[in-house]
């Protein structure tokens, strides 16, 4: 494939699941989650914020029903970068392709409820697309997540090397590496419905996995042979990243994760004031 253009377009997934209206939405009164508060913002508007904050961001693309454009466009603004919006399909995977009609170069993919994001792990996805990766999932693993938060996750996908957690996170080179989101085409939450896993990555490929016979990279290799792409992890030190906000229980936990982020920014911040009149 050839290689993406400097700059990258952002993605956030925000439409609610066919049929039925999110329980977190539904107990703040909100139609949807992307718009529940946590940390004195709603959750898209932490994303949106951590996208925007990421060199060579171009343009974010948020994908939900066509109903919350105008209230979204208010509550975001338009840019720098530009915030535009496509209407979510019915199924991720559609949504996906939809979303990157058109697009030129990189592009990063993630969900409106993916608060804790950190601009250096946009960073680093965009970089291992320009060492050649069609390709990137950011993970985490077992103990850095947990060593962020003890209820940060439950589930973990289990490999020779390590276990890990999803990030919710991922970065293709081009509009044509991104069929691989064809694996989302029923729903991505591969740790809650396994048969979704031997459906994207394949029977022999799961059976290795779970005999603790692959590797993390390992089982991205073989799967990036049947997608004819590579594709690479990103293991993210910061265990926050794999903590999104699917429920009351991960809302608190976002909660807390957030009000210390801001607590060790302003200390930060005056620590850096000192440092400053020190020097003058």
Known sequence: MSRPEAGFTAIV???QRAGRVDPLAAAHGLSHKCLVPVGGAPLIAHVAGALSRTPGCRRI????????FGALRLLLKDGPPPVDFVAAADNL???VLAAT???DGSIVVTTADNVLLRPDAVRRMVETLDRGADVALAMATRAAVLGAHPEGQRRFYAFRDDAYSNCNLYAFAGRQAATAA???RSGG????????LVAAAGLANVVLMLLGRLSLAGALARLGRRFRLRIEPVILADGACAIDVDNERTWKVASVLLEAREKSMRAGARTMARVIEAAA
């Open 13 to 15: 997934l925000s439409a």
């Open 61 to 68: 693309i948020i994908v939900v029903e066509p109903a919350m």
């Open 93 to 95: 995977a559609d949504s």
């Open 101 to 103: 009609d058109g697009i």
């Open 182 to 184: 064809e694996s989302f």
């Open 189 to 196: 939450q591969f740790a809650k419905k396994p048969l979704r």
